[in-house]
């Protein structure tokens, strides 16, 4: 058995040599291996945030997220955190980190609404909902799966590609020559702004070049769409509100792929 007393540290901290001790070299030696450890990681992590109160408070978030996180869910919850925080220290220059942790209790409360931060943005488990009809968005359902799934409205509307019979969602009828009214006001601003010698606006090429960009995100959408099936997958289309849309070419050519399938 032994009897070595270990002298208590000074109310300063520090022993007679003046040089400050480790509040872990008090324990008993008999303390497990394991435990003092712990104990000696914990300091490490502890000392990291400390130092860590003077980063902006974005930085702040991350660095302390990604030692106390290890879901990826969790640590890009945590990511979206940090945007939000930030904004409001760029909104708000004379906030410091009480007036910032009393936002962050605020999101915590519920009391405001951020996307991304409910269940459906960021928790939802198809297998909790089973047997039952999930109505959602395309854009939702990346990264989830059903067994059967049905895909509605797939005409040359909701999907265009570029067809001459194909109508668009950002070009309204009563607008003169089809034209995509914000696309080509942001050319005439970027025209404006070049200093390029042959950087002109030329009417309608923005409205063309928008068209070539919602029909390259609405073939990935619809691909989404496709692979969230695990059994069984039902696509239909209608012919709108004008009763002139039909299905899309991608949905013609899914239909046409079917029927040889199927030697119909």
């Keep these: 058995m032994k009897g070595t007393l270990t002298p208590s540290p000074s ?29 000696l990681d914990f300091r490490v992590h502890v000392k990291r945030w400390l130092e860590a109160v003077t980063l902006p408070i974005d930085q702040l978030v991350l660095t302390l997220a990604q030692d106390v996180f290890t879901n990826p869910a969790d640590l890009a ?16 220059a004379d906030w410091r980190l009480p007036e910032l942790t009393s936002e962050l209790a605020v999101i915590a409360r519920n009391e405001r609404r951020f996307i991304g931060f409910s269940s459906d943005d960021s928790g939802f488990n198809p297998e909790r909902h089973r047997g039952a009809v999930v109505v959602t968005t395309m854009h939702k359902a990346k990264g989830l799966e ?21 109508r668009y969602i950002s070009e309204k ?8 009214l914000e696309a080509e006001a942001l050319a005439q601003l970027t025209a404006a702004l070049s200093t ?57 050519a899914l239909m046409g792929w079917w029927e040889e399938e199927q030697n119909y």
């Design 196 to 252: 390029g010698e042959y950087d002109w606006y030329a009417e309608g090429q923005a409205t063309l070049a928008a068209r070539a960009d919602y029909v390259r995100e609405r073939l990935r959408l619809f691909y989404v769409g496709l692979t969230r099936a695990k059994r069984e997958l039902v696509v239909t289309w209608n012919t709108g509100r004008q009763g002139d849309a039909q299905p899309s070419l991608a949905m013609q």
């Design 77 to 92: 919850l945590a990511h979206k955190l940090a945007l939000v925080l930030g904004q409001a220290a760029d909104d708000h």
């Design 173 to 180: 009828w009563f607008v003169r020559d089809g034209l995509n």
């Design 146 to 166: 059903w067994d059967r799934v049905h895909l509605m409205s797939v005409n040359n509307y909701d999907f265009p590609s570029l067809q001459p019979y194909d």
């Design 11 to 39: 109310p300063k901290g520090r022993g007679e040599s003046g040089v400050r001790e480790s509040w872990l070299a008090t324990l008993r030696e008999s303390e497990a291996d394991d435990v003092l450890q712990e104990l």
